[in-house]
């Protein structure tokens, strides 16, 4: 669902601090990571409320899908970074893994996954992948709407 702007809500969400948060790549951390980006979804709700529950509820998925990506893919430790825009969410995971995600069939009588990948760009109006230069791991940036 695409919206416009709202009235002033680009000089209300200056006053959210943009979020960083480094996780050590434990399962826990998927959870964690989901914790952090709910707390900042908060502080941004507070001056710029969500177009819709949907967003809030979109966001949260996709840093969970992309946190618990980190955890199966890339060992080590992987960083979160949330900040508004000036119509959504920018979300950044950085990982140690720099082989860009690649989309997987889904095999429900395996036990499932495969689906992750596939949910973040269906949720995002904008997704890249961005290996890092040294080949020490990548950026994963995603746009959402709030």
């Known amino acids: 669902m695409a919206t416009g702007p709202r009235s002033n809500d680009r000089l209300s969400t200056d006053m959210v601090d943009n979020l960083t948060a480094t996780f050590e790549g434990a399962l826990h951390d998927v959870t964690d990571a989901r914790f952090a980006a709910e707390d900042f979804l908060r502080a941004l709700a507070d001056v710029s409320p969500p177009a819709s529950p949907e967003c809030w509820n979109d966001i949260l998925l996709v ?79 995603v746009f959402l709407p709030w």
């Open 63 to 141: 840093v969970n899908e992309l946190a618990a990506n980190a955890v199966q893919y890339a060992p080590g430790p992987f960083e979160l970074r949330m900040r508004p825009t000036f119509d959504g969410v920018h979300v950044t995971l950085h990982d140690t893994n720099p082989t860009p995600p690649a989309p997987r069939p889904f095999h429900p009588n395996t036990g499932g996954g495969g689906i992750g990948w596939h949910l973040v760009h269906t949720l995002c109006h904008q997704v890249s992948v961005v290996p890092q230069a040294d080949g020490k791991g990548k950026d994963v940036h």
